[in-house]
């Protein structure tokens, strides 16, 4: 039996972490079983790999280089993890996934999503999300709520240019899978969108 695989996606700072916290709190208060887990890492060899990525003495990283490792992180993620979990009939939450790449890699970078899609085929298999929470908030506005740009993250140190051109992709993914998709707006408080986002799953039948 195949269990339910849900992602969280969304730009730096819109709360995502904050968000799959008060989650998890809902599913242990309600004695609904699940798994949490991340991207990149997750894994032992997936979070040394997240060290590589993110730390912002790597300045010199090619936009090539940084797509293939988050593809590396997780191929080892999802045979070591996920894929165990999901066969044996699991509920299995993902902080970030293939949407990320796509976004980030794809969209950002430039490298365009016929790339991102053909190196992420061999990590992903057939293991597509079941629904993807999308929490729809602008760089900026995420930035501001977030307190400013974390200057050790080689990813965040981007440019705003480069963190719209993320946001951006993320709207053409949720409009491209739309029945993959649940856009979350999150500009409300965070038992606002706490209280969407569980309505949204209860709709789709994930809890």
Request: proline letters at 2%; a negative charge.
């Amino acid at each position: 039996m195949k269990g339910k695989f849900v992602t969280f996606e969304g730009c730096e700072g819109v709360g995502k972490s904050r968000q799959i916290k008060l989650l998890c709190e809902y599913m242990d208060k309600n004695g609904i079983s699940y798994y949490i887990t991340r991207e990149p890492g997750g894994s032992e060899i997936s979070e040394q790999i997240r060290n590589v990525i993110l730390d912002g003495k790597n300045s010199a990283m090619t936009d090539e280089c940084e797509a293939l490792l988050y593809a590396a992180a997780r191929a080892q993620l999802l045979t070591e993890v996920i894929e165990p979990r999901l066969s044996s009939g699991e509920l299995v939450f993902c902080d970030r996934y293939i949407d990320s790449s796509l976004a980030y890699q794809g969209y950002a970078r430039g490298l365009g999503e016929e790339f991102v899609s053909a190196i992420n085929s061999f990590a992903i298999k057939n293991f597509t999300p079941d629904c993807t929470v999308f929490l729809k908030l602008s760089p900026e506005a995420a930035f501001k709520r977030k307190g400013g740009v974390d200057t050790s993250d080689r990813v965040e140190l981007s440019g705003m240019d480069f963190h719209n051109r993320v946001y951006e992709g993320y709207l053409r993914l949720a409009e491209k899978h739309a029945d993959r998709f649940c856009v979350i707006d999150a500009s409300g408080t965070k038992e606002e969108t706490h209280q969407k986002i569980v309505a949204a799953l209860k709709e789709r039948g994930i809890i």
